[in-house]
Protein backbone atom coordinates (compact mmCIF):
# COMPACT_ATOMS: atom_id res chain seq x y z
CA UNK A 1 0.00 0.00 0.00
CA UNK A 2 0.91 3.63 -0.69
CA UNK A 3 2.05 6.66 1.52
CA UNK A 4 -0.07 8.70 -0.57
CA UNK A 5 -2.44 10.94 1.25
CA UNK A 6 -5.32 13.12 -0.29
CA UNK A 7 -6.92 16.19 1.81
CA UNK A 8 -10.37 17.10 0.92
CA UNK A 9 -10.88 20.97 0.12
CA UNK A 10 -14.37 21.51 -0.98
CA UNK A 11 -17.40 20.10 -2.10
CA UNK A 12 -20.24 21.81 -3.99
CA UNK A 13 -23.32 20.65 -5.88
CA UNK A 14 -23.49 20.21 -9.42
CA UNK A 15 -26.98 20.24 -10.89
CA UNK A 16 -26.49 17.66 -13.97
CA UNK A 17 -28.89 16.03 -17.01
CA UNK A 18 -28.50 13.43 -14.27
CA UNK A 19 -29.81 14.89 -11.19
CA UNK A 20 -27.48 16.51 -8.33
CA UNK A 21 -23.83 15.64 -7.60
CA UNK A 22 -21.50 16.62 -4.89
CA UNK A 23 -18.23 17.55 -7.09
CA UNK A 24 -15.59 17.56 -4.44
CA UNK A 25 -11.83 18.73 -5.11
CA UNK A 26 -8.84 16.86 -3.61
CA UNK A 27 -5.17 17.77 -3.13
CA UNK A 28 -2.59 14.61 -2.54
CA UNK A 29 0.89 14.32 -1.84
CA UNK A 30 1.51 12.51 -5.09
CA UNK A 31 1.29 15.04 -7.37
CA UNK A 32 0.05 18.72 -8.04
CA UNK A 33 -2.85 17.33 -10.08
CA UNK A 34 -6.48 18.30 -9.34
CA UNK A 35 -8.46 14.69 -9.11
CA UNK A 36 -12.00 15.04 -8.62
CA UNK A 37 -14.52 12.85 -6.72
CA UNK A 38 -18.21 13.71 -8.37
CA UNK A 39 -20.98 11.53 -6.38
CA UNK A 40 -24.28 10.89 -6.21
CA UNK A 41 -26.09 9.80 -2.81
CA UNK A 42 -25.34 8.89 0.54
CA UNK A 43 -21.53 6.79 0.12
CA UNK A 44 -20.53 6.86 3.62
CA UNK A 45 -20.32 3.42 5.13
CA UNK A 46 -21.94 1.81 2.02
CA UNK A 47 -21.24 -1.04 0.83
CA UNK A 48 -21.26 -1.94 -3.12
CA UNK A 49 -21.06 1.24 -3.92
CA UNK A 50 -21.00 1.87 -8.00
CA UNK A 51 -17.65 3.45 -8.71
CA UNK A 52 -15.88 4.27 -11.93
CA UNK A 53 -12.12 5.82 -12.17
CA UNK A 54 -12.01 7.71 -15.09
CA UNK A 55 -8.73 8.82 -16.31
CA UNK A 56 -8.95 12.27 -17.45
CA UNK A 57 -9.16 12.61 -21.02
CA UNK A 58 -10.13 15.63 -22.94
CA UNK A 59 -10.03 14.52 -26.36
CA UNK A 60 -12.90 11.85 -25.95
CA UNK A 61 -14.43 13.88 -22.52
CA UNK A 62 -14.77 17.31 -24.02
CA UNK A 63 -14.32 16.79 -28.12
CA UNK A 64 -16.41 13.78 -28.63
CA UNK A 65 -13.25 12.35 -30.36
CA UNK A 66 -14.43 8.93 -32.19
CA UNK A 67 -10.45 7.47 -31.59
CA UNK A 68 -11.27 6.20 -28.21
CA UNK A 69 -14.58 5.22 -25.86
CA UNK A 70 -13.77 7.43 -23.33
CA UNK A 71 -16.56 10.13 -23.82
CA UNK A 72 -18.74 7.28 -23.58
CA UNK A 73 -17.66 5.89 -21.14
CA UNK A 74 -18.17 8.97 -18.52
CA UNK A 75 -21.58 9.60 -19.36
CA UNK A 76 -22.53 6.00 -19.13
CA UNK A 77 -21.01 6.13 -15.87
CA UNK A 78 -23.25 9.13 -14.59
CA UNK A 79 -26.43 7.31 -16.36
CA UNK A 80 -26.18 4.20 -14.33
CA UNK A 81 -24.88 5.96 -11.20
CA UNK A 82 -28.15 8.59 -11.89
CA UNK A 83 -30.51 5.29 -12.22
CA UNK A 84 -29.18 3.48 -8.95
CA UNK A 85 -29.49 7.41 -7.24
CA UNK A 86 -26.20 6.65 -5.25
CA UNK A 87 -22.32 6.16 -6.87
CA UNK A 88 -18.62 7.82 -7.84
CA UNK A 89 -16.64 8.87 -10.37
CA UNK A 90 -13.34 9.68 -9.53
CA UNK A 91 -12.31 12.03 -12.20
CA UNK A 92 -7.87 11.55 -12.60
CA UNK A 93 -5.68 13.74 -13.82
CA UNK A 94 -3.52 11.25 -16.22
CA UNK A 95 -4.26 11.60 -19.65
CA UNK A 96 -3.15 9.59 -22.37
CA UNK A 97 -2.63 6.35 -19.85
CA UNK A 98 -0.43 8.59 -17.94
CA UNK A 99 1.76 10.40 -20.23
CA UNK A 100 0.19 13.89 -20.93
CA UNK A 101 -1.57 15.35 -23.35
CA UNK A 102 1.41 16.66 -25.54
CA UNK A 103 1.94 12.87 -25.89
CA UNK A 104 -0.70 11.44 -26.26
CA UNK A 105 -0.88 13.71 -29.63
CA UNK A 106 2.21 12.67 -30.84
CA UNK A 107 0.96 8.98 -29.78
CA UNK A 108 -1.94 9.31 -31.94
CA UNK A 109 0.18 10.72 -35.08
CA UNK A 110 2.43 7.52 -34.93
CA UNK A 111 -0.88 5.63 -34.60
CA UNK A 112 -2.15 7.04 -37.72
CA UNK A 113 1.60 5.91 -39.37
CA UNK A 114 0.25 2.02 -38.52
CA UNK A 115 1.24 1.67 -34.79
CA UNK A 116 -0.89 0.29 -32.58
CA UNK A 117 -1.56 2.18 -29.26
CA UNK A 118 0.88 0.55 -27.18
CA UNK A 119 3.54 0.39 -29.66
CA UNK A 120 3.22 4.01 -30.25
CA UNK A 121 3.47 5.17 -26.01
CA UNK A 122 6.60 2.51 -25.83
CA UNK A 123 8.12 4.28 -28.92
CA UNK A 124 7.91 7.86 -27.46
CA UNK A 125 9.63 6.22 -24.63
CA UNK A 126 6.72 5.36 -22.37
CA UNK A 127 5.10 2.69 -21.00
CA UNK A 128 1.66 1.48 -22.39
CA UNK A 129 -0.10 2.22 -19.21
CA UNK A 130 1.74 5.11 -16.53
CA UNK A 131 -1.43 5.15 -15.08
CA UNK A 132 -1.42 4.45 -10.76
CA UNK A 133 -4.68 4.09 -8.60
CA UNK A 134 -3.61 4.93 -5.14
CA UNK A 135 -4.83 8.30 -5.24
CA UNK A 136 -8.70 6.88 -6.36
CA UNK A 137 -8.25 4.84 -3.27
CA UNK A 138 -7.37 7.05 -0.96
CA UNK A 139 -10.19 8.99 -1.97
CA UNK A 140 -12.65 6.38 -1.45
CA UNK A 141 -10.94 5.75 1.93
CA UNK A 142 -12.23 9.76 2.59
CA UNK A 143 -15.49 9.13 1.37
CA UNK A 144 -16.15 6.52 3.58
CA UNK A 145 -16.83 3.75 1.56
CA UNK A 146 -17.13 0.19 2.64
CA UNK A 147 -16.79 -1.81 -0.63
CA UNK A 148 -17.41 -0.96 -4.60
CA UNK A 149 -18.85 -1.88 -7.11
CA UNK A 150 -16.38 -1.34 -10.32
CA UNK A 151 -17.36 -0.28 -13.42
CA UNK A 152 -14.44 -0.96 -15.90
CA UNK A 153 -13.08 -2.82 -18.42
CA UNK A 154 -9.63 -2.89 -17.15
CA UNK A 155 -8.28 -5.79 -14.57
CA UNK A 156 -5.37 -3.46 -13.65
CA UNK A 157 -8.12 -0.82 -11.88
CA UNK A 158 -8.94 -3.96 -9.75
CA UNK A 159 -6.10 -5.72 -8.70
CA UNK A 160 -4.57 -1.99 -8.49
CA UNK A 161 -7.44 -1.03 -5.84
CA UNK A 162 -7.47 -4.47 -3.94
CA UNK A 163 -3.71 -4.16 -3.22
CA UNK A 164 -4.47 -0.40 -1.67
CA UNK A 165 -6.94 -2.16 0.54
CA UNK A 166 -10.18 -1.59 -1.25
CA UNK A 167 -12.92 -4.27 -1.42
CA UNK A 168 -14.06 -4.73 -4.67
CA UNK A 169 -16.96 -7.27 -4.65
CA UNK A 170 -17.72 -7.07 -8.00
CA UNK A 171 -17.28 -5.85 -11.74
CA UNK A 172 -19.84 -4.08 -14.03
CA UNK A 173 -18.30 -3.93 -17.60
CA UNK A 174 -18.61 -0.46 -19.78
CA UNK A 175 -18.58 -0.52 -23.00
CA UNK A 176 -18.43 1.98 -25.67
CA UNK A 177 -20.01 2.05 -29.42
CA UNK A 178 -17.15 0.49 -31.67
CA UNK A 179 -16.45 2.34 -35.16
CA UNK A 180 -14.27 2.40 -37.43
CA UNK A 181 -11.91 5.11 -35.97
CA UNK A 182 -11.44 2.88 -32.48
CA UNK A 183 -11.74 -0.40 -33.16
CA UNK A 184 -8.11 -1.06 -33.53
CA UNK A 185 -7.08 0.73 -30.19
CA UNK A 186 -10.19 -1.27 -28.78
CA UNK A 187 -8.55 -4.31 -29.81
CA UNK A 188 -5.36 -3.82 -28.85
CA UNK A 189 -6.36 -2.86 -25.45
CA UNK A 190 -7.84 -6.16 -25.55
CA UNK A 191 -5.09 -8.33 -26.89
CA UNK A 192 -2.08 -6.85 -25.37
CA UNK A 193 -3.54 -5.27 -22.32
CA UNK A 194 -5.99 -7.52 -21.18
CA UNK A 195 -9.30 -5.62 -21.14
CA UNK A 196 -12.24 -7.06 -21.04
CA UNK A 197 -13.89 -6.40 -24.48
CA UNK A 198 -16.12 -7.98 -27.22
CA UNK A 199 -13.56 -9.32 -29.80
CA UNK A 200 -12.68 -12.68 -30.86
CA UNK A 201 -10.74 -14.17 -33.32
CA UNK A 202 -12.80 -13.51 -35.93
CA UNK A 203 -11.74 -9.77 -35.19
CA UNK A 204 -8.00 -9.68 -37.73
CA UNK A 205 -4.90 -7.39 -36.54
CA UNK A 206 -5.08 -6.37 -39.91
CA UNK A 207 -8.23 -4.17 -39.21
CA UNK A 208 -6.86 -2.49 -36.51
CA UNK A 209 -4.09 0.25 -38.29
CA UNK A 210 -6.32 2.74 -37.75
CA UNK A 211 -5.97 2.90 -33.59
Not at 12 to 39: M, S, V, W
Not at 136 to 160: C, F, H, Q, W, Y
Request: charged share 25%.
Amino acid sequence: MSNTTVSRMTCARIPTEYGDFQLCYYTNTLDAKEHLAFYKGDVHEADNVLVRIHSECFTGDVLGSKRCDCGEQLDLSLKLIAERGQGILIYLRQEGRGIGLLQKLRAYNLQDEGHDTVDANLLLGHGADERSYDIAARILEDLGVKSVTLMTNNPLKISALEAEGIIVNARLPIEGTINSENKGYLFTKAQRMDHFLPFDASFSSTESTRT
